[in-house]
């Protein structure tokens, strides 16, 4: 029996890219002949992105599409996601072009492969962006992996990495512990306390700046250093 990976798209005024993202993803071609469920969740967006997923919605009854009516944030919506899974394996998918859905390929092998039940993917950071969030970035993402490999004694080398990979069992007995971007470090930090056995690979990573709709800010770091800490500890 064929297997399926869940593909959980939070979306949040992203009409310059959903569509993109949208495409890529339904005629994405899994490896092993894995099957895939997609649910995109809006999280109330004012862009034209809720008009544009409404109308995909009359084309594609195979998709689970969810429209929230108040902006609640990427984890909020990856929680209400929760019960609409039924795939083997989990992962979340932005819908900006900050990574490449090629890439699940990636993550997906190895899960299958070396029965892996977390996999998180690694980026190269570098990036010609001058702006004083992006050339603290790189410094930010150290600082915070190094922190969490030594209290979770991991070896993680990107613990702020979007591409994420879980058995779904895992994933779901995983309750994170805040709803916004938050969300993201609680579930790896949740992940690694019941395994230690994750897989690791590079993937593509094209950083966009706040022009292009980026909506991480300062405060990421430090909300991502408290989970870091309360995790491991409560």
């Known amino acids: ?40 969740i809006d999280d109330c967006s004012t862009d034209g992105t809720k008009e544009f997923l409404k109308n995909k919605q009359l084309d594609h009854p195979e998709i689970i599409f969810l429209f929230k009516e108040k902006n609640q944030g990427k984890g909020h919506s990856q ?16 819908a900006d072009l900050e990574y490449d859905p090629e890439d699940i390929n990636k993550l997906l092998k190895i899960a299958l492969e070396q029965n892996t039940p977390f996999v998180i993917g690694y980026r190269n950071m570098k990036t010609d962006i001058l702006h004083p969030y992006f050339l603290f970035r790189e410094f930010a993402v150290k600082l915070l992996t190094f922190l969490m490999n030594i209290l979770y004694s991991t070896k993680i080398k990107d613990s702020a ?47 966009r700046t706040y022009k292009d709709g980026k909506k991480c800010t300062w405060d990421v770091g430090f909300h991502a250093f408290k989970r870091i800490i309360l995790d491991r500890f409560t």
């Open 161 to 207: 990495c979007c591409y994420r990979l879980f058995d779904a069992k895992l994933w779901k007995s995983i309750s994170g512990r805040a709803s916004r971007f938050e969300y993201d470090f609680s579930i790896i930090c949740q992940a690694i306390l019941k395994t230690k056995n994750i897989g690791q690979c590079p993937v593509y990573y094209n950083a």
């Open 79 to 94: 929680k209400i996601a929760k019960k609409y899974v039924f795939g083997n394996f989990v992962i979340i998918q932005d």
């Open 1 to 40: 029996m064929n297997k399926t990976l869940t593909i959980i798209i939070p979306v949040y005024n992203e009409i310059n890219t959903i569509g993109f993202i949208f495409d890529k993803i339904l005629n994405l071609k899994l490896v092993h002949e894995v099957n895939k469920q997609i649910i995109i």
